[in-house]
């Protein structure tokens, strides 16, 4: 593994002071003097609940083959302030923030975004609509939801109603860096949450960024078949390019296969350093030629 240098940030919120969003940037360099004005970065962004370091992020942040930041959103462990089911707003604030932050103190330009579910959606928003967005060329999308209604279905979500209509809230206890944390789910939140459109990346997501879409074939979260409705808006543009890859016996998480997305990531990033992404399609080979 190369050599890096790894920096814990507490980067200002200027529209949420009380927030300060935590993360950490993998360098390559791991001289401090070492200019990275103009130096691309890539950002790694966790789904609901998740954290910075969870999953395949870390890992991934120390073996791609350039600059990295990831973090926790706001109300996710160690960033302060309310998480919400339908606080997808609120997320584009926090990625801005650091998007801005990494520009202006850094010099950085940021040319991939990797997110995996939630962390996925809310990337793909800000490719589409932000300035600070320009550079991006690379984007991965790992297990992302593309119809949102969906989570109104399976035994999951009766469990939430009968709460909702009981007690007015539901509270979901998970696990995040090894700790339980319980977080209160309120009806409004998830009609924010059903309500986020998906349908702008038919046509206003960048022509010219090229992405690959990570899925497991049981993922019990988010159905596959998901994955394909966004290689079929993803792969007609040009020149960017889509590339679907499902994963079999993974689920949502790749709870046991971690390092095997890293792998995949990576063999594709290959390709597209070399230019050799030159159509959309489905990616039929594993790492390294095998099934």
Known sequence: MTDRLSTRLAIPHPLAPDCPIAGILEQLDT??????????????????????????QRHLAQR???????????GNHETPGTWSQGGFVDD???????????????????????????????????????????????????????????ILEGPAAKIRQEAFDAHGFYDWTTTVARKPVTVRMYPAGQDLFVNWDTSFVWDKF?????VLTLHGLSDQTVPPYDAHIYARALGARSPGTHTLHMVEDADHNFTGRQDQVVDYILEWWDLYLRGELKSSGLWMTGVRGKL
């Not at 609940?49 to 395949?56: A, R």
């Not at 791609?64 to 706001?74: A, G, H, K, N, V």
């Not at 801005?96 to 010099?107: D, F, H, I, T």
């Open 31 to 56: 001289a401090k003097s070492k200019s990275t004005q103009g130096q691309k970065i890539a950002l790694i962004l966790h789904g609901a609940m998740g954290h910075k370091d969870y999953l395949f």
């Open 64 to 74: 791609l083959p350039l600059d990295s930041f990831r973090f926790d959103f706001r």
């Open 92 to 150: 584009l604030q926090d990625l801005s923030a650091v998007a801005k932050y990494l520009e202006n103190v850094y010099g950085y330009v940021i040319s991939a975004v990797i997110g995996h579910s939630r962390g996925s959606l809310v990337g793909m928003r800000w490719i589409s609509t932000a300035p600070e967005a320009r550079d991006v060329t690379a984007f991965i999308n790992v297990s992302s939801r593309y119809r949102m209604a969906k």
């Open 206 to 210: 960048p022509t010219n960024v090229h």
